[in-house]
């Protein structure tokens, strides 16, 4: 498996303008928002790359033998064609690559962490005419078709497997020992897609301190979404700190502090506290 390199600071930065753009579109379009994800991990994903990648979306699309006209005839038929005849799947290995969370190299690999799948699985589903969307549930990204009275959910890492009530409500268990709420089932929005994938890269990379530019990088562009914790600030605060940037470091802790003054005066201290720590940290 080929190393994965970021793109130079112009490059990064014309991605981050792109992504911001789309992020604020009337109608945000969710494969590209996930190719640009991409092109900020990897300096190899070009323009070119990314036609490439919107291309082979359509040519799954338009590889779908016939167009069913129920929710089961949808997810059956992308099952036995996605998962079945080209092996899109997920492995337990994947949880430990980057690239799982890419959707370009998802897309050449054919394997990939559960919501990087159930974006395959949307996106093709999408361009062949199907009611699909995203369900976020809890530890468990999977993909459902149609109206909520006649749903069928598909899980595209167990290549796309149909699942039964208690299949869901089993996944939702062992992820919250918490009961399947009806609420869990309802379409996810794209840009909370995004923001779960980005906050997996962010995982993964915390998991490993010598990736912090790639936290740092996924920390940017959940930012740059219209809609995003404010805690992220301060996560990008300690990277840079980190990383050595003390300045501009305690910039970000000094505006987070701001932030949290309004409710909560004490721990802002705390946080201005850091930022005078991290200023003396250049003497």
Known sequence: MRPLHPPGPEQSAEWRRRFGDEARAERPDLSVLCLLVGAQADDALTETGLDAAQIELDRLAGELPFRPGGPRSWATALAEHLGGTLGFRGTPGDYQRLQSSLLHEVLLRRRGLPILLSVVWMEVARRAGAPVYGVALPGHFVVGFGPPEQQVLVDPFDG????????????????????????????????????????????????????????????????????????????????????????????????????????????????????????????
């Open 160 to 283: 796309g497997r149909v699942l039964t009530g208690t299949d869901a409500s089993l996944m939702v268990a062992g992820a919250t020992g918490a009961p399947l709420d009806p609420s869990m089932l309802s379409p996810a929005d794209p840009l909370d897609v995004v923001l779960r994938i980005l906050n997996n890269i962010r995982a993964w990379a915390a998991a490993r301190p010598e990736r912090s530019e790639v936290a740092l990088w996924a920390v940017d562009l959940s930012l740059l979404l219209p809609s995003h914790p404010a805690r992220l600030r301060y996560e990008r605060a300690q990277l840079l700190v980190q990383r050595g940037d003390f300045l501009a470091g305690a910039v970000e802790l000094d505006a987070y502090a701001e932030v949290v003054a309004a409710v909560d005066e004490p721990a802002a201290d705390r946080v201005r506290r850091q930022a005078h720590a991290a200023r003396a940290m250049l003497n």
